[in-house]
């Protein structure tokens, strides 16, 4: 098992369970039900990391959706109360159209993701880490491609030239 090695090795390693869509309720509630399974007579698993595709898979609909952060703030805390840590990684907050308006929308809802999770731990979220996925734009993806669905081409904080764009400055402030 993985937690032996670690303990033989007298390692100061950390094991996560790490998956997709761990937000939704269906699947939010199976992976809290395997924590607990996992940590029932020895803790076998410190932590959780919630791989963070947020949005439409290939298309726009579904994107920057308000109800998305709620969830994550809800979930963040709900393994958190399992008593291990919780990361979100991968986070790429997908984005289809590269309009004015809808890449405005874009950065408000990058800043409204850091602040849901700054609410999580300001209400006692033991929340340790965010990895984001796909930091720059990717124009040039055809419709076809895995990563255009995966990420979308307009889910970067900097443009395809690595400048920062409005979501980057929106997460920074």
């Not at 790490?18 to 607990?36: M, P, V």
């Not at 408000?108 to 979220?125: N, R, T």
Request: some cysteine; aromatic content about 12%.
């Amino acid at each position: 098992c993985a937690r032996e090695t670690v303990n033989s090795l007298g390692a100061d390693i950390k094991l996560f369970y790490n998956d997709y869509s761990t937000f939704y309720a269906d699947k939010r509630g199976a992976i809290c039900r395997l924590i607990k399974y996992l940590n029932k007579d020895e803790k076998l698993c410190d932590g959780v990391g919630m791989q963070g595709y947020i949005g439409g898979y290939g298309r726009q609909e579904g994107c920057l959706n308000a109800k998305d952060l709620v969830q994550i703030k809800q979930t963040i805390k709900m393994y958190s109360d399992l008593g291990v840590e919780v990361q979100l990684t991968e986070v790429a907050v997908r984005n289809y159209k590269n309009d004015e308006s809808t890449m405005k929308k874009h950065a408000l809802f990058c800043a409204k993701l850091i602040y849901a999770v700054q609410e999580a731990v300001l209400e006692g979220a033991n929340f340790t880490g965010l990895t984001i996925w796909g930091i720059k734009d990717n124009p040039q993806l055809k419709e076809r491609d895995y990563s255009y669905k995966m990420n979308g081409p307009y889910c970067g904080l900097y443009d395809n030239d690595l400048q920062p764009k409005e979501s980057y400055y929106e997460v920074y402030n």
